[in-house]
């Protein structure tokens, strides 16, 4: 391993610890060096750079270890769709172990090519037995089906008796316990099921809640002191991009995965899904520098630099744009848009908003990795907390923006798909398109980074609209989530 690399890693000068990696990788030409180089680029979410660092790695050194090395790299990435062919080499090379196999699976099942993601869990089962890990992946994809619910429960419930190999792995299991028992109608057992899930999860990751409570306050109090004077500024000191960028953002479950796949199948647009570029490789330096609270506004020679590291890294995550719209996806950027729009001023922001309890609902069902913003789904009432803060943060932002924003209901985006895709493409200056019509294939052919994949391949239902009515109990209650309140009907709700 190189030492400056690591040692200004460790600074968090990542652009420097890259330059370091990709000249020992130049200079050496070994597969070592370039795997070394590949996992950084993966690790500054640049896939589609890593996924070529790990193929010149392959021609220079023993392919199967590089094919081992880039599978388990991208699987921690959760880039199922870079880690796919890179899986499948591991498998035909009889090298596959249980994880790869488990991989292999969701991959093939983001990918849309469901059969023979069956027929992969069938070999997994038969080659390494009646594993936890394999197992729940097979009562998840069982009650994708609602006819199946029943014996998908019965297999999850079955887990448990056994036990389950570690917490996670029970948290895991009551989640797809939850799904199932919505499905079945079955509602007075969803909350129980959701708590039992979350409850070792909420022990390992209280400080990080802690600590995220802290920073979203701090962030709203921050973004109380912004002027429709800094907004001018910053478009005046930014100018005209060559690039065109837009961003949707919001609160996740609010439509954000469903306005993705359908801007995504445009062919003059490029989708970054959730790529965590601008929080941990734009801000969080700053914010390192800034411990007792946010980070100041950025001024013009800082703001540039950060813009071009902002492009550089999603160039590397999704490849070259030419011409094409990019598309940043990331609901979690919420608490961050004012500093986004400090550095990126250019950037068009498309806002998706659902009705308050319908989204909250849906974020303490979802089994989601857990980050800043996901780990406030762990407690009901933090959720509550988390998005009043969160829409209070939008409200002020809305009052100073005079252009450049597009709110996008769920409700309406449900309804009428059609017709929001053609306003949304309008605001981004796009032409239609006929492939917009057909992006359920669209979706198939490129995978989606949502845990929320199987969901936005589906066609539009508005059955998800006023589901909460099915727990009515749940709000109104001390510490929760209310009935209805001021923020809502701010909101439109």
């Known amino acids: 391993m190189n030492r400056k690399a690591v040692q200004l890693w460790e600074r968090r000068d990542h652009d420097g610890a890259l330059r370091e990696f990709r000249q020992l990788a130049l200079r050496t030409r070994t597969a070592v060096a370039w795997v070394d180089y590949a996992k950084a680029l993966a690790l500054t979410w640049q896939g589609c750079r890593a996924a070529e660092a790990f193929g010149t790695a392959r021609r220079v050194g023993p392919a199967a270890a590089v094919d081992q090395a880039a599978a388990n790299c991208l699987l921690g990435m959760r880039r199922y769709d870079l880690a796919l062919e890179f899986l499948e080499r591991v498998r035909a090379a009889g090298q596959a172990q249980a994880p790869h196999i ?51 429960l019965t297999a999850l419930e079955l887990l448990l008796e056994r036990g389950a190999s570690d917490d996670s792995m029970a948290s895991a299991v009551h989640y797809a316990r939850a799904a199932c028992c919505q499905k079945l109608g079955r509602f007075a057992e ?49 100018g005209s991009s060559a690039q065109s960028l837009g961003l949707i953002t919001g609160f996740p479950r609010s ?22 570029v601008f929080s941990d490789f734009i801000i969080a330096p700053q914010w390192d520098s800034h411990r007792a609270g946010p980070p100041d506004w950025s001024e013009p020679p800082q703001s540039k630099r950060l813009a071009e590291r902002y492009w550089r890294l999603h160039e590397g995550n999704v490849g070259p ?41 849906s974020c303490f069902m979802q089994e989601l990795p857990v980050n800043n913003v996901s780990v406030h789904f762990l407690e ?15 409200l002020r932002l809305r009052d100073l923006l005079d252009e450049g924003f597009l709110e996008i209901r769920y409700e309406r985006l449900v309804a009428d798909h059609g017709e929001v895709a053609r306003e949304v493409l309008d605001f981004l200056g796009l032409p239609e398109s006929p492939q917009v019509a057909d992006y359920r294939l669209r979706a198939a052919e490129r995978g989606v980074y949502s845990p929320t994949y199987a969901e936005v391949r589906e066609p539009v239902q508005a059955g998800a609209v006023g589901r909460w009515t099915r727990h009515p109990e749940q709000f109104g209650i001390p510490d929760g989530v209310p009935l209805d309140s001021p923020l809502g009907r701010e909101l439109g709700y």
């Open 102 to 152: 488990a991989g292999l699976v969701v991959a093939l099942d983001r990918a849309g090519r469901t059969d023979e993601a069956q027929e992969m869990l069938t070999e997994g089962l038969q080659r390494f037995g009646p594993l936890p890990e394999l197992q729940l992946l097979r009562a998840k994809l069982m009650s994708r089906r609602a006819e199946n619910a029943e014996e998908s």
């Open 190 to 238: 969803v909350f129980p099921a959701l708590r039992l899930a979350k409850q070792p999860l909420l022990a390992a990751h209280r400080a990080t809640l802690e600590q995220s409570t802290r920073s979203l306050d701090g962030l709203l109090e921050q973004v109380r002191t912004l002027t429709r004077e800094n907004l001018r500024s910053w478009r005046e000191r930014q």
């Open 255 to 276: 439509g954000t995965t469903l306005l993705e796949v359908i801007l995504g199948s445009h062919e003059r647009v490029v989708v970054s899904s959730e790529a965590p």
């Open 321 to 361: 744009l030419g011409d094409r719209v990019l598309i940043d996806k990331n609901p979690a950027l919420t608490p961050l848009l004012g500093h986004f729009l400090n550095v990126l001023p250019e950037g068009r922001v498309l806002f998706c908003l659902r009705e308050p309890k319908d989204v909250l609902l």
């Open 380 to 394: 009901w009432g933090q959720s509550w907390h988390c998005f009043s803060r969160c829409m209070e943060i939008w």
